[in-house]
């Protein structure tokens, strides 16, 4: 049991939200975290779409790789509204309140996007086999259908697990304090205001970690060895160098993902700070969001031509089409 009587006040159903403590702590530095992240979000927004607009409005990216991309930009964009514009008032206020309702509309989509990214980066991982270790029969294996399938069956996942695991969390008693020492509504720090015994919630959340969030992690490290094996099979340096980086953006995104994970879990686990935790969990909200449109246009070619010609054409129309 992880829910023990001890005063009168733990009987009364709390039903009228709760207090995120968050960055309360830093007295006057709210004000300069503020506008960090106001800065971070920003950043976040514009370049997710960014790489959206790019991709719609350039057919030379229309292939699965992008298409894919174009999701992944799209959850990024929910996921980081999910939490960030709320955590940027209350970095402002006295109070930082959030009824049980936002609390458990701001969980269903925070766990629903972290869910259905891994999904859609085992799909991008299985792009990445097709089109390197069967070059032949890429465009059969990812068809328009399979690659709609593939995302489909990402955001299945994400929503039918994860609607079906908040619903239950929020179907507990939460009594006692309502102060959650964290930033937003995550789902370790709401299972510590329920009063009841939440064994089962915290099987079904190791179920969840280990089937959908490990399982499309060795699918990807599957993927990757099978490729790496390949390319190297590959005669010629420059073919195996072309190879790789066809890869680089996909790893580089998938290693920033899960490593953050990693580092939040670990830092979960090994530290007692309530602090510790939120500045940890800070950097999977932000960090990982803003980063990987940079990572997806700096690093790749077809990517930068796109946006000098999405550019060139809106600033200079007749120069560009000149040329």
């Not at 996007?113 to 991008?124: K, N, V």
């Not at 060795?218 to 190297?232: F, K, Q």
């Not at 998938?254 to 800070?282: C, H, N, W």
Request: charged share 10%; with cysteine.
């Amino acid at each position: 049991m992880t829910y023990s009587k001890g005063d009168a006040g733990k009987n009364q159903t709390n039903s009228d939200g709760f207090i995120l403590v968050g960055f309360s702590y830093l007295g006057d530095l709210q004000i300069l975290l503020f506008l960090v992240l106001l800065a971070m979000y920003i950043v976040t927004m514009l370049g997710n779409l960014l790489v959206i607009l790019l991709i719609k409005l350039n057919p030379s990216l229309h292939n699965p790789m992008y298409f894919f991309l174009v999701n992944l930009s799209f959850l990024e964009i929910c996921f980081t509204t999910s939490v960030v514009p709320q955590l940027l008032v209350h970095l402002l206020v006295e109070e930082k309140t959030i009824s049980l309702a936002g609390c458990a509309a701001q969980m269903y989509v925070d766990t629903i996007m972290c869910l259905t990214e891994c999904c859609l980066l085992a799909a991008m991982a299985y792009d990445r086999y097709a089109a390197i270790c069967h070059p032949l029969h890429y465009t059969t294996i990812m068809s328009g259908r399979a690659c709609a399938q593939l995302a489909g069956a990402s955001w299945f996942f994400g929503i039918s697990v994860e609607v079906a695991q908040t619903t239950w969390i929020f179907s507990l008693p939460f009594c006692g304090s309502n102060r959650i020492h964290h930033f937003f509504c995550d789902i370790p720090p709401v299972l510590k205001m329920a009063c009841a015994d939440t064994s089962k919630n915290d099987i079904m959340v190791l179920t969840v970690t280990v089937v959908f969030i490990m399982g499309p992690f060795l699918l990807i490290i599957l993927s990757y060895i099978v490729i790496i094996c390949t390319v190297l099979k590959l005669p010629s340096a420059e073919g195996r160098r072309k190879a790789f980086s066809t890869c680089s953006s996909h790893l580089m995104v998938v290693t920033l993902f899960y490593g953050l994970a990693l580092i939040t879990y670990l830092g979960v686990k090994s530290s007692s700070r309530p602090e510790s935790d939120q500045m940890i969990s800070l950097m999977n909200v932000i960090v990982s969001p803003m980063l990987n449109p940079i990572i997806y246009t700096l690093r790749n070619k077809e990517v930068k031509g796109a946006l000098r010609k999405t550019v060139g054409n809106t600033l200079f129309p007749q120069n560009w089409r000149n040329q």
